[in-house]
C-alpha cells in the first residue's frame, strides 16, 4: 500500500523540535508493516523550493511556503496553490491520501484530486479563535483566516478520524453525512514506563508561552498559595524567563520568585522523561484542547494531570479516576493542587489507574491496526461516484 500524507511536520534537522512527535510514531509503524509513507509539508525557512529526504524509511518532501506576513496577504493561496501544483504530479501515485489537521489548509490544498481520502482533526479552528485575547489581534486574524477555510471545505469532504467526542461532534454538525473513524494518537515509547514519584515537589507545565494554555492562570495560583506549599514549577515549551517576569509585574504577584521557576524550553521525548521524574502533577490549565499529547504522555507515565474541562479533554480525564477536570481560573487550580497534596491515597489512585486506561487507549498494536484496516475500507469504497 502506497500512502500520502499532508501532515505538519518541523525541520528534522532543527535539533529544537521534534519531527510530529504524534505522527511519526505510526508513520514508523506503518513502515514497518511494509506500508510505503511519503509526508508532503511546506516550510518557509528551506532555500529550495523543494527538499526531498529519506527519514527512517520514511519518504518526507519539503515545499517551500511565502513567510508568514506574505502568506496571510494573499489568503494562504500562494501557499495553497504550490503545494497543490506538486501534489497534482504525484497524487496518482499513491493508493490514499491521509490528511492530517485542518488548521494548515490541507483540505483546500487535496479538493479537486480523484484518490480516496481521509482527514484526521487535530485541533478546530473554527472554536479556537473563540478564546483568542484580544491582544493577540494577529494571531486571531490569521486563525480567523484558517477557520473560515475549515468551515467551507470540512462539508466537503466525507471521511474523517476523530479522537474524542468533542471533534466527531463538530464533524458531525457540519457535515451529517460524513463517516468518522475513531482511532486514538501513537504515542511514543518512551512514555510507556512509569515516570512518577509522589516524593517531589515539582509541578510541571508544558505549553511555553502561549496564552491559550493557561500560564498566566497557574502563575496567578502559584502566586496566591501553591509556592507556599513548597512546590516549584518547570515550564517546557517556548518561553524565558523575562516571559515570566512579564506576566508577574503584569499580574502584580508580588509573591512569586522566579528562583523557583525553571524555564527549560523545548525538550525532545528524553527532556520531557527527565521533567516527569522530577514532577509531582501535570497542571493543563488550557482554554481549549482537542487531544493534547501532553496530557496523554503523562497519563502514560503515571504522572497526574489537572487539566480544564474544555473542548475534547473530557474524553482523556474522568474526573477523580484517571485526573481532575477543573474550571478555568486561578482558584479552580489552587484546590486541585492542594487536593492532590492533601489526599495521598487520590494522588496513588489517579497515578495508576490513568496509567491503566492510558496505555489500553494509545495501544500502538491495536492503533495500527485500525489505521490500517480504515485505510483499505476507505480505498475499497471509494468509487468514481465519490469524486
Same mark, same amino acid.
Given at each position: 500500500?502506497?500512502?500520502?500524507?499532508?501532515?505538519?511536520?518541523?525541520?528534522?534537522?532543527?535539533?529544537?523540535?521534534?519531527?510530529?512527535?504524534?505522527?511519526?510514531?505510526?508513520?514508523?509503524?506503518?513502515?514497518?508493516?511494509?506500508?510505503?509513507?511519503?509526508?508532503?509539508?511546506?516550510?518557509?525557512?528551506?532555500?529550495?523550493?523543494?527538499?526531498?529526504?529519506?527519514?527512517?524509511?520514511?519518504?518526507?518532501?519539503?515545499?517551500?511556503?511565502? /513567510?508568514?506576513?506574505?502568506?496571510?496577504?494573499?489568503?494562504?493561496?500562494?501557499?495553497?496553490?504550490?503545494?497543490?501544483?506538486?501534489? /497534482?504530479?504525484?497524487?496518482?501515485?499513491?493508493?490514499?491520501?491521509?490528511?492530517?489537521?485542518?488548521?494548515?489548509?490541507?483540505?483546500?490544498?487535496?479538493?479537486?484530486?480523484?484518490?480516496?481520502?481521509?482527514?484526521?482533526?487535530?485541533?478546530?479552528?473554527?472554536?479556537?479563535?473563540?478564546?483568542?485575547?484580544?491582544?493577540?489581534?494577529?494571531?486571531?486574524?490569521?486563525?480567523?483566516?484558517?477557520?473560515?477555510?475549515?468551515?467551507?471545505?470540512?462539508?466537503?469532504?466525507?471521511?474523517? #478520524?476523530?479522537?474524542?467526542?468533542?471533534?466527531?461532534?463538530?464533524?458531525?454538525?457540519?457535515?451529517?453525512?460524513?463517516?468518522?473513524?475513531?482511532?486514538?494518537?501513537?504515542?511514543?515509547?518512551?512514555?510507556?514506563?512509569?515516570?512518577?514519584?509522589?516524593?517531589?515537589?515539582?509541578?510541571?507545565?508544558?505549553?511555553?508561552?502561549?496564552?491559550?494554555?493557561?500560564?498566566?492562570?497557574?502563575?496567578?495560583?502559584?502566586?496566591?498559595?501553591?509556592?507556599?506549599?513548597?512546590? /516549584?514549577?518547570?515550564?517546557?515549551?517556548?518561553?524565558?524567563?523575562?516571559?515570566?517576569?512579564?506576566?508577574?509585574?503584569?499580574?502584580?504577584?508580588?509573591?512569586?520568585?522566579?528562583?523557583?521557576?525553571? #524555564?527549560?524550553?523545548?525538550?525532545?521525548?528524553?527532556?520531557?522523561?527527565?521533567?516527569?521524574?522530577?514532577?509531582?502533577?501535570?497542571?493543563?490549565?488550557?482554554?481549549?484542547?482537542?487531544?493534547?499529547?501532553?496530557?496523554?504522555?503523562?497519563?502514560?507515565?503515571?504522572?497526574?494531570?489537572?487539566?480544564?474541562?474544555?473542548?475534547?479533554?473530557?474524553?482523556?480525564?474522568?474526573?477523580?479516576?484517571?485526573?481532575?477536570?477543573?474550571?478555568?481560573?486561578?482558584?479552580?487550580?489552587?484546590?486541585?493542587?492542594? /487536593?492532590?497534596?492533601?489526599?495521598?491515597?487520590?494522588?496513588?489512585?489517579?497515578?495508576?489507574?490513568?496509567?491503566?486506561?492510558?496505555?489500553?487507549?494509545?495501544?500502538?498494536?491495536?492503533?495500527?491496526?485500525?489505521?490500517?484496516?480504515?485505510?483499505?475500507?476507505?480505498?475499497?469504497?471509494?468509487?468514481?461516484?465519490?469524486?
Amino acid at each position: 500500500m502506497n500512502v500520502l500524507w499532508i501532515a505538519p511536520l518541523a525541520l528534522i534537522e532543527d535539533g529544537n523540535v521534534q519531527p510530529a512527535s504524534w505522527l511519526m510514531p505510526l508513520a514508523k509503524a506503518l513502515v514497518a508493516k511494509n506500508v510505503n509513507v511519503t509526508v508532503i509539508t511546506y516550510n518557509s525557512k528551506i532555500r529550495k523550493n523543494i527538499v526531498e529526504i529519506e527519514y527512517e524509511n520514511i519518504k518526507v518532501v519539503y515545499i517551500k511556503s511565502p /513567510k508568514l506576513t506574505l502568506d496571510f496577504i494573499t489568503l494562504y493561496q500562494l501557499r495553497i496553490n504550490k503545494v497543490k501544483k506538486y501534489l /497534482k504530479k504525484i497524487v496518482n501515485n499513491f493508493d490514499i491520501l491521509h490528511i492530517h489537521g485542518t488548521e494548515h489548509q490541507y483540505e483546500v490544498m487535496s479538493i479537486d484530486f480523484k484518490i480516496p481520502k481521509i482527514i484526521s482533526i487535530q485541533g478546530i479552528m473554527s472554536e479556537y479563535i473563540k478564546v483568542v485575547p484580544l491582544s493577540r489581534w494577529k494571531q486571531f486574524l490569521e486563525w480567523r483566516l484558517s477557520a473560515f477555510y475549515e468551515m467551507q471545505y470540512v462539508p466537503k469532504n466525507y471521511y474523517y #478520524c476523530c479522537t474524542t467526542k468533542w471533534d466527531s461532534a463538530f464533524i458531525k454538525s457540519v457535515n451529517p453525512q460524513s463517516k468518522i473513524y475513531m482511532i486514538w494518537k501513537m504515542v511514543r515509547e518512551e512514555f510507556n514506563n512509569d515516570h512518577f514519584s509522589p516524593q517531589r515537589n515539582n509541578i510541571l507545565f508544558v505549553g511555553g508561552r502561549n496564552p491559550i494554555k493557561g500560564l498566566r492562570e497557574l502563575l496567578c495560583a502559584y502566586n496566591s498559595s501553591v509556592q507556599s506549599l513548597g512546590f /516549584k514549577l518547570i515550564i517546557l515549551g517556548h518561553c524565558v524567563i523575562d516571559d515570566i517576569q512579564n506576566i508577574i509585574d503584569e499580574e502584580k504577584l508580588e509573591s512569586i520568585s522566579t528562583d523557583n521557576i525553571d #524555564c527549560r524550553g523545548m525538550q525532545d521525548s528524553r527532556g520531557m522523561v527527565k521533567a516527569y521524574k522530577e514532577s509531582y502533577c501535570l497542571v493543563h490549565p488550557t482554554y481549549i484542547d482537542n487531544d493534547p499529547l501532553s496530557v496523554c504522555e503523562a497519563q502514560l507515565s503515571g504522572l497526574p494531570v489537572i487539566a480544564t474541562d474544555v473542548g475534547g479533554v473530557s474524553s482523556l480525564i474522568e474526573n477523580e479516576q484517571t485526573g481532575l477536570l477543573i474550571e478555568n481560573g486561578p482558584k479552580a487550580i489552587e484546590i486541585a493542587i492542594k /487536593k492532590l497534596h492533601d489526599d495521598g491515597l487520590l494522588r496513588e489512585y489517579i497515578s495508576k489507574e490513568a496509567r491503566r486506561v492510558a496505555r489500553e487507549r494509545h495501544d500502538p498494536k491495536r492503533i495500527l491496526s485500525e489505521t490500517i484496516a480504515m485505510y483499505e475500507e476507505v480505498i475499497s469504497k471509494t468509487t468514481k461516484n465519490d469524486f
